[in-house]
């Protein structure tokens, strides 16, 4: 179905604290994220752009408003609920690559498809190496992650957030902490990816790595203060 390719946030606010130290990190936001779109979150540290995260990918709930992807209200959802839910539908990458230090890296990728169990486990390490040689770090599969590069490990954890085929890709401050041609490389990497069709929401600081995409939404004192897209909630 055709909503079902979108994420949908209608007048989602979220709130932190009470009394004088409650503070407001989203206002009334509506947007839509749609699969094929490549969206860059900008705005200064502390605007919100986080927390607009943290709305898209079920990791927090709203203080008020919906959040929808096809037939589900992810807001009336359980814990257990949202992590199947976000489980199946969104690849998460971080700006510290959160990859886990005593795995190796293959074993970094087959974690999160024996959580889901979608990927049968006859095809899971197959799935894993091929993931690992499109992103060009095959050669690390056996490694544990501190003998990778910032850049190599976060071509991983780019990996890592396919594995369970995902039709959203989210990545908070993903070229963050890396030099000029390794962020140029993974910014490359989620424009392919938007590409085949999945919808990436990338939060960056880099106006070059927000040039790239297709559609820039950025965020001031909570509010989405401009959108180069169509907002249609």
């Given at each position: ?30 947007v839509e994220f ?58 998460m990458v971080f ?139």
């Amino acid at each position: 179905m055709e909503n079902e390719n979108v994420i949908g946030l209608s007048q989602v606010s979220k709130t932190y604290g009470e009394g004088a130290n409650r503070i407001t990190a989203l206002r009334n936001a509506s947007v839509e994220f749609r699969r094929g779109e490549f969206t860059a979150v900008i705005g200064k540290s502390g605007s919100g752009k986080s927390t607009l995260l943290n709305m898209i990918s079920g990791i927090d709930r709203p203080t008020s408003g919906e959040i929808t992807h096809g037939d589900n209200l992810l807001h009336d959802m359980s814990e257990n609920e949202l992590a199947i839910w976000r489980g199946r539908n969104i690849g998460m990458v971080f700006q510290f690559f959160q990859l886990i230090p005593t795995l190796t890296v293959l074993e970094n990728l087959l974690l999160p498809m024996d959580f889901c169990g979608i990927v049968p486990s006859s095809l899971r390490r197959a799935k894993a190496e091929r993931l690992l040689n499109r992103t060009g770090v095959a050669r690390y599969a056996d490694s544990l992650p501190l003998f990778l590069s910032g850049g190599e490990q976060q071509r991983v954890a780019v990996a890592r957030s396919l594995v369970n085929d995902p039709a959203f890709v989210i990545a908070d401050e993903p070229t963050g902490n890396l030099d000029t041609q390794n962020a140029r490389c993974v910014t490359a990497l989620l424009r392919e990816l938007s590409a085949e069709g999945k919808s990436v929401v990338m939060v960056t600081h880099n106006q070059e790595m927000a040039d790239a995409a297709d559609r820039v939404l950025s965020i001031h004192d909570g509010e989405i203060a401009a959108d180069t897209g169509t907002v249609a909630v």
